[in-house]
């Protein structure tokens, strides 16, 4: 136990009956972990939206948001969604290109909850530059956006 704690020197942890969160180290570790530290500042950017209750009918539930627009050269985008009610469908795309068309989604296993295990509907797509849509078709949903930036060059 003691080991696993001189291990992870510098990292915050907090958990609950739900779910840990890990946040990032706040400064560099000293010796053997030049290595991890090295990844850490050269890791790509990997934005997240969380929306709850988008209508049914929503043309672009990303329309106005801070990382709506894909960055140049791309990114590896993953989506989850869980709706209340059978039926529900989304559909993504980048610009004019389609990656999701109507695509069914779950039914949430506990209220406005999206479940990373069993709600994924695009994994690490590789997405080019531009700008995102993700329309809301059948039902009121749920839906976590992840955007995990290409390294430039």
């Not at 997405?127 to 809301?136: D, E, I, N, T, Y």
């Amino acid at each position: 136990m003691d080991a696993g704690r001189a291990c992870c020197a510098g990292l915050t942890v907090r958990h609950s009956a739900e779910s840990v969160q890990v946040d990032d180290l706040q400064e560099d570790l000293p010796g053997r972990h030049d290595a991890a530290n090295q990844w850490r500042k050269q890791r790509p950017k990997m934005p997240s939206i969380r929306l709850s209750n988008v209508a049914a009918g929503t043309p672009n539930a990303l329309d106005g948001l801070q990382f709506q627009d894909i960055p140049s050269p791309g990114a590896l985008v993953s989506i989850y969604a869980s709706t209340a009610v059978a039926l529900g469908t989304i559909s993504y795309s980048v610009g004019t290109e389609r990656f999701l068309v109507a695509a069914e989604i779950n039914i949430e296993i506990a209220v406005d909850a999206v479940d990373t295990q069993r709600d994924m509907v695009l994994d690490r797509e590789p997405v080019p530059a531009g700008k995102q849509f993700l329309a809301v078709d059948g039902q009121v949903a749920n839906l976590l956006v992840v955007i995990e930036d290409l390294p430039a060059g």
